[in-house]
T-cell receptor, first 114, second 114 residues
Framework: NAGVTQTPKFQVLKTGQSMTLQCAQDMNHEYMSWYRQDPGMGLRLIHYSVGAGITDQGEVPNGYNVSRSTTEDFPLRLLSAAPSQTSVYFC?????????????FGSGTQLSVL | AQSVTQLGSHVSVSEGALVLLRCNYSSSVPPYLFWYVQYPNQGLQLLLKYTSAATLVKGINGFEAEFKKSETSFHLTKPSAHMSDAAEYFCAVSLSGGYNKLIFGAGTRLAVHP
């Protein structure tokens, strides 16, 4: 059982470049989300989705786009990378239902923007 | 607005000593509270969660946490630290109802020395 799979694990970009971080889950979870982790700030929610075709903004959405065409996949797009987007990115999924459902996290993507 | 404060970004204990990681929250409604653990180069894993069923919550790996409404606290404890407990620990809060947007604390890095 793979769980939540993120690719790539590491990425270096130049300012202004674009890229897509991939996230896939095989648990048939309705909810998926993207977080970024920065030192001393914990994890902050970027975007989330409660089902295919439905996405919404989290706490820090600027500079990022998402779409959810299937239940399994939830890619995160950086259209024009900036140094402020240097961070570790985590994708997570969980079942719909009560708000106490636990999140399953991927192993993260470490992104550096030069 | 909800928030989470973790007191102490770094905690160091001896192997076999008590582990105490502090978490205080603010929420205008009864919250759901979580502790997640992150081992090096991995995503977060759920340690335990409070869902109002019982104020003392037992989690995995011998950890437990007590919800104290009067103190707005949800401190994490373990009677005897093991070397394998060295990791970063995150407290998180979510509102009941709807998509569970988790608000994370900044994290506490636990070091365990022989």
């Amino acid at each position: 059982n793979a769980g939540v799979t993120q690719t790539p694990k590491f990425q270096v970009l130049k300012t202004g470049q674009s890229m897509t971080l991939q996230c896939a889950q095989d648990m048939n979870h309705e909810y998926m989300s993207w977080y970024r982790q920065d030192p001393g700030m914990g994890l902050r929610l970027i975007h989330y989705s409660v089902g295919a075709g439905i996405t919404d903004q989290g706490e820090v959405p600027n500079g990022y786009n998402v779409s959810r065409s299937t239940t399994e996949d939830f890619p995160l797009r950086l259209l024009s990378a900036a140094p402020s987007q240097t961070s570790v990115y985590f994708c997570a999924s969980n079942k719909a239902g009560a708000s106490n459902e636990k999140l399953f996290f991927g192993s993260g993507t470490q992104l550096s923007v030069l | 607005a909800q928030s989470v404060t973790q007191l102490g970004s770094h905690v160091s204990v001896s192997e076999g000593a008590l582990v105490l990681l502090r978490c205080n929250y603010s929420s205008s409604v009864p919250p759901y509270l979580f502790w997640y653990v992150q081992y090096p180069n991995q995503g977060l894993q759920l340690l335990l969660k409070y869902t109002s069923a019982a104020t003392l919550v037992k989690g995995i790996n011998g950890f437990e946490a007590e919800f104290k409404k009067s103190e707005t606290s949800f401190h994490l404890t373990k009677p005897s630290a093991h070397m394998s407990d060295a990791a970063e620990y995150f407290c998180a809060v979510s509102l009941s109802g709807g998509y569970n947007k988790l608000i994370f604390g900044a994290g506490t890095r636990l070091a365990v020395h022989p």
